[in-house]
């Protein structure tokens, strides 16, 4: 397979004020552009050419650092796109998340902030992540480019706390950022697809 980059899901201008055009701009046309077109580049050769993405990332974990980042990264930001939208964020879970969060995470309250600080605290460049593992919902951090795939665990959710994400809009703030991320943005609906398909 060969990356490719795709459109975003609604308008550059759709995130706003959250998320200005500016920032979407940057981010999706210069950033997650360079991760496909790096990737591609670091793929040739590389003897996993036939492979997944998600199979990509697993097995260049460890033993071929600048494809791993990259597709990383791609496969990262193919869902980030989608783990926002506007008018999105907020307390309303669908049901079944709902539940969940409040068995496994001590309910949204306490989700929402032990979220943001896994984003706060990741130190430098990285994400912050909703996941699946063993069964549970845990949050977890990972540095750069790293995906909880590689230590067994399945996304469903994950904020991007590279500088290029925020700095646009919010400077060094970054809380702020994954505040208006958890508020205003996230996609619960994908969030919920993503976890039905993971258990």
Not at 67 to 77: I, K, P, R, S, V
Not at 86 to 106: H, I, R, T, W
Not at 120 to 132: E, I, K, P, R
Not at 143 to 149: C, K, S, T
Request: hydrophobic share 40%; charged share 20%.
């Amino acid at each position: 397979m060969s990356f490719a980059l795709e459109d975003l899901p609604y308008a550059y201008d759709a995130l706003a004020p959250y998320m200005s055009a500016e920032t979407l701009e940057f981010h999706h046309d210069k950033h997650h552009m360079a991760y496909v077109t790096n990737g591609n580049k670091l793929l040739e050769g590389s003897g996993l050419e036939g492979k997944s993405l998600e199979e990509i990332v697993k097995e260049s974990y460890g033993t071929n650092a600048g494809l791993f980042n990259n597709a990383g990264q791609h496969l990262n930001h193919l869902h980030f796109w989608k783990w926002m939208k506007p008018n999105g964020g907020g307390s309303s879970l669908p049901g079944v998340l709902a539940k969940k969060v409040d068995e496994d995470l001590g309910g949204f309250d306490k989700f929402r902030a032990d979220f943001i600080n896994a984003g706060v605290t990741q130190f430098g460049s990285g994400w912050a992540w909703l996941a699946v593992k063993d069964g549970k919902l845990v949050v977890m951090k990972t540095p750069n480019g790293e995906n909880p795939i590689v230590h067994g665990a399945t996304p469903i959710l994950g904020c991007d706390v590279w500088e290029h994400s925020y700095y646009i809009d919010y400077r060094n703030a970054r809380p702020k950022y994954l505040e208006a991320f958890v508020d205003n943005l996230i996609n619960w609906e994908y969030v919920e697809e993503l976890y039905s398909a993971a258990v």
